[in-house]
């Protein structure tokens, strides 16, 4: 016969596996159950702009995957800070999620005081696309190439001006890292927005800007606003014509903005895996490709939240180097 000693560590280890494969199993229920309500997601950016136009995309697909709405909400201001910060303070349950740019690694790398903390407060869930921007200029400061821009730049240190969405905005750490690669002295004027930003570089109040893509497309296409290069590795579809900046002249120069999905803290592992899944899904789908195309991004391939934290750890270690070697301020 057992002694008593070893019946009870059977019946012990019986029990915890018993419990191993309940808590699996309730687990998976959860994620198979979730969502049971509308999901909200916050856009840190104005309504109409790539950022939100992108989250649109995403979660028209995700709706029809998950089978409840997801619902956006634009919460903009402080270069995306502010609308980020009620997801790093929202409940960990899978219905509020963000969806925001590089912004979120350039502020992280720009402010000595954040809100939150990015490496605690948020989990990355996926990336869905990346955005080129392009160097655009207003076609009577009379230059028609990067190197013809760089030139005037030189010849005129401290004279000509560069419009962005405002302090710690992609706009504004892109624009300075092409000041520190072409040794140019252009004028930082922030905007409280790509809009007004674009507005005023159309009317001819400020020279050079570093916009989005999809913000300058058109502007590009009517003959508002001459583009002299992309910042993305390679030439962007829709306007042919235009150079890599390393086609231009500026090696080394590659910069597209990514756009991902991002949850508080506390979700569980079976939900953040089921939002994930069904994001990596639907960019496989042409349906979602082909709309981000038209809009100026490229979806991404398939990734993990661990593989997202990772980019954004290599993200953040590339921005707080560039602030501090170029001591950039947030003011």
Known sequence: MFSFNVRSQIQH????????????????????????????????WPAGGFVDVAARLAA????????????IENKPGAG????????????????????TTSALTMNTALRSKMPFDLKTDLIPIAIEAYAPSVIVVHP???????????????????????????????????????????????????????????VDQIAGRVDVQVSNAMGALQQVKEGKLLALAVTSPERFEQLPDVPTMAQ????????????????P????????????????????????????????????????????????????QRWTALVKRLNISAE
């Open 13 to 44: 280890c019986l029990v915890a596996a018993f419990l191993v494969v309940t808590l699996g199993f309730t687990q998976n229920l959860f994620a198979q159950e979730y969502p049971q309500k509308s999901i909200r997601v916050i856009v840190p």
């Open 60 to 71: 028209e697909q995700l709706t029809s995957a998950l089978g409840q709405a997801l619902v």
């Open 248 to 263: 231009a002249g500026v090696p080394n120069f590659e910069t597209d903005q990514w756009l991902g999905f991002f949850a």
């Open 265 to 316: 803290k506390g979700i569980s592992d079976t939900v953040l895996k089921r939002l994930s899944d069904e994001i990596n899904q639907t960019l496989a789908t042409a349906t979602l490709r082909d709309a981000l195309k038209s809009k100026g991004m490229r979806a991404a391939t398939a990734s993990t939240p661990n593989a997202f934290r990772d980019y954004l750890d290599t993200d953040l």
């Open 80 to 99: 995306g800070m502010i609308g980020a910060d009620t997801v790093a303070k929202a409940q960990g349950d899978g219905y509020t999620l963000l969806f």
């Open 140 to 198: 009577m400061l009379g230059v028609k190439t990067l190197q013809e821009l760089i030139a005037l730049a030189k010849q005129q240190p401290g004279k000509l001006t560069y419009a962005s969405a405002g302090n710690g905005t992609p706009a504004h750490l892109i624009a300075e890292l092409f000041k520190a690669s072409a040794a140019v002295d252009i004028v930082h004027v922030p905007y409280k927005g790509g809009p007004p930003a674009m």
